[in-house]
């Protein structure tokens, strides 16, 4: 791991190790449309909702930041992406059953109409399906990472998704909100619906640098506090943004239980900063290049949306 960092562009020995935010993303925005490229054996309507969904114009705050934290050598770039790209489809798996009529019936994501409405609902749940299915596909390819390594890895992204994890907080949103009552069962929520998968796409960047375990502690503590922060941050933008801002439907949450709902959107903001601070933190004892993730913070949460209780 180096003590310094430029983000002023890639460097040609380093590669995306030295790369700017923008590179980085362009990177993995590259990888992922070369793995979702035509392949004759996949029926045009499938292939054409997978790529909708995850082609579209997005962030890829959980590729760049695992690529971020792996800080990968030239050998080994390929798979690091290789592996951003595997969280990035899950996580677009979890758009687009999150949109469906039976969920949050959302009309937009990622500045399109969602999957269901432009391909139908039957083909949008396969589309995800295929994500989901690829995605533990390009963590065994992973030729030049060890098997033991893969095994890791695989187990780190599955303990994310399962009915622990995403497919639990998914549970809980859709048929268990008007439950929620305190800042702790909303914080629940809010981890298994965005922060477990942060946790997982930061400890598998650390897993591929190689980290000791108390430096992966360290890692996985940022990124939680990091997750609870952009949920948060997401919430207050559902409250006062514009759709165009968000580039999905807003105020779908108005009548959910968030801590912009329950609480008012200052305190929703002081959480927030709160989470940012202990990101800061723990990102400090992590032994992590600090200054692309830094600027990876400061890209997210510079300007949180003005208060709007």
Same mark, same amino acid.
């Given at each position: 791991?180096s003590?310094?960092?430029?983000?002023?562009? *890639?460097? *040609?020995?380093?590669?995306?190790?030295?790369?700017?935010?923008?590179?980085?993303?362009?990177a993995?925005? !590259?990888r992922?449309a070369?793995?979702?490229a035509?392949? *004759?054996?996949?029926?045009?309507n499938?292939?054409?909702?997978v790529?909708?969904?995850?082609?579209?114009?997005?962030?890829?705050? %959980?590729?760049?930041?695992?690529?971020?934290?792996?800080?990968?050598d030239?050998?080994?770039?390929q798979s690091?992406l290789d592996v951003?790209?595997?969280?990035e489809?899950?996580?677009?798996a979890?758009l687009i059953?999150?949109?469906?009529?039976?969920?949050?019936d959302?009309?937009?994501r990622?500045?399109?109409p969602?999957?269901?409405?432009?391909?139908?609902q039957?083909?949008?749940?396969l589309?995800?399906?295929?994500?989901?299915?690829?995605a533990?596909g390009?963590i065994?390819?992973?030729?030049?990472?060890?098997?033991?390594t893969?095994? %890791?890895?695989a187990?780190?992204?599955?303990?994310?998704?399962?009915?622990?994890?995403?497919?639990?907080?998914?549970?809980?949103?859709? !048929?268990?909100?008007?439950a929620?009552?305190?800042?702790?069962?909303?914080? !629940?929520l !809010?981890w298994?619906k965005t922060?477990?998968?942060f946790?997982?796409?930061?400890?598998m960047g650390a897993?591929?640098?190689?980290?000791?375990?108390?430096?992966?502690?360290a890692?996985?503590?940022f990124?939680r506090?990091?997750?609870?922060?952009f949920?948060?941050a997401?919430?207050?933008?559902?409250?006062?943004g514009?759709?165009?801002?968000?580039g999905?439907?807003?105020?779908?949450?108005v009548?959910?239980?968030?801590?912009?709902?329950?609480?008012?959107?200052?305190?929703?903001?002081?959480t927030?900063?709160?989470?940012?601070a %202990?990101?800061?933190?723990?990102?400090?004892?992590?032994?992590?290049?600090?200054?692309?993730?830094?600027a990876?913070?400061?890209k997210l949460f510079?300007?949180?949306?003005?208060?709007?209780?």
């Open positions: 791991m003590s310094t960092s430029s983000l002023r562009g *890639p460097d *040609p020995d380093r590669g995306l190790a030295a790369a700017d935010l923008a590179g980085v993303r362009l993995v925005e !590259n992922l070369q793995l979702l035509a392949h *004759p054996g996949v029926p045009p499938l292939q054409g909702a790529r909708h969904a995850t082609l579209a114009p997005s962030k890829r705050v %959980r590729p760049v930041l695992l690529v971020l934290i792996a800080d990968p030239p050998l080994m770039e690091a951003g790209c595997a969280v489809m899950v996580h677009t979890s059953l999150d949109d469906l009529p039976c969920m949050d959302a009309l937009m990622r500045e399109r969602t999957t269901h409405l432009e391909f139908g039957s083909t949008a749940i589309s995800a399906i295929a994500l989901l299915t690829r533990f390009l065994a390819e992973l030729s030049l990472v060890a098997p033991q893969r095994t %890791r890895l187990a780190v992204l599955s303990q994310a998704v399962g009915w622990d994890g995403l497919v639990a907080g998914q549970e809980i949103d859709v !048929n268990g909100r008007e929620l009552v305190g800042a702790e069962q909303v914080e !629940n !809010n298994l922060g477990i998968l946790v997982a796409a930061a400890e897993i591929l640098a190689g980290f000791d375990e108390p430096r992966i502690d890692v996985r503590r990124a506090h990091f997750g609870l922060a949920q948060t997401d919430d207050l933008l559902d409250r006062s514009s759709a165009e801002q968000a999905k439907d807003v105020g779908k949450d009548d959910k239980a968030t801590l912009v709902s329950l609480f008012g959107a200052s305190h929703a903001r002081l927030c900063e709160e989470h940012l %202990r990101a800061d933190a723990a990102l400090g004892e992590s032994g992590v290049r600090e200054e692309p993730v830094r990876l913070m400061a510079g300007a949180l949306p003005a208060s709007a209780s």
